[in-house]
């Protein structure tokens, strides 16, 4: 077997205690509803975000928000990341929201967001947002 790179390496590295499951985010946002589970979602963006479809499974304006209810009661660290959209920011106006400016598709510069709860934001930012 040959010489491994470098960069495989780290990333098998850090994946190495990583768990990957192919199950519907609801369900298991309920089964990790932990403090100490840090969600990182990142769900299709909401259709009116975007110029095109990308994916099998897209969601409705009803699925995202049903995904930020249960995101919202999540007793743990929440990092959620989308473009700016009204959903997202009424029902997210108490979580902290950062912008980052990025490359969508076709190389289109975009403004995405990263939303946080407190929990998140107090171990990323040390903020308080309460």
Same mark, same amino acid.
């Given at each position: 077997?040959?010489?491994? &790179?470098?960069?495989?390496?780290?990333?098998?590295?850090?994946?190495?205690?990583? /768990? #990957?499951?192919? /199950?519907?985010?609801?369900?298991?946002?309920? *089964?990790?509803?932990?403090?100490? %589970?840090? #969600?990182? =979602?990142? &769900?299709?963006?909401?259709?009116?975000?975007?110029?095109?479809?990308?994916?099998?499974?897209?969601?409705? $304006?009803?699925?995202?928000?049903?995904?930020?209810? =249960?995101?919202?009661?999540? &007793?743990?660290? %929440?990092?959620?990341?989308?473009?700016?959209?009204? #959903?997202? $920011?009424?029902?997210?106006?108490?979580?902290? +929201? *950062?912008? #980052? *400016?990025?490359? =969508?598709?076709?190389?289109?510069? *975009? /403004?995405? %967001?990263?939303?946080? $709860?407190?929990?998140?934001? +107090? /171990?990323?930012?040390?903020?308080?947002?309460?």
């Amino acid at each position: 077997m040959g010489h491994l &790179p470098e960069q495989i390496i780290h990333v098998a590295t850090r994946l190495k205690n990583a /768990q #990957i499951e192919n /199950q519907p985010a609801l369900k298991l946002i309920e *089964r990790y509803k932990h403090p100490d %589970v840090l #969600i990182y =979602a990142d &769900p299709p963006y909401p259709l009116s975000t975007r110029s095109c479809t990308f994916y099998a499974y897209e969601m409705t $304006n009803e699925d995202h928000v049903k995904l930020l209810e =249960a995101l919202d009661q999540h &007793p743990g660290p %929440v990092l959620l990341s989308g473009y700016d959209n009204p #959903i997202y $920011n009424e029902r997210l106006a108490h979580w902290e +929201r *950062r912008t #980052i *400016r990025t490359l =969508a598709e076709g190389g289109r510069a *975009r /403004q995405e %967001v990263l939303w946080l $709860n407190e929990k998140a934001a +107090r /171990q990323v930012f040390g903020l308080r947002l309460f």
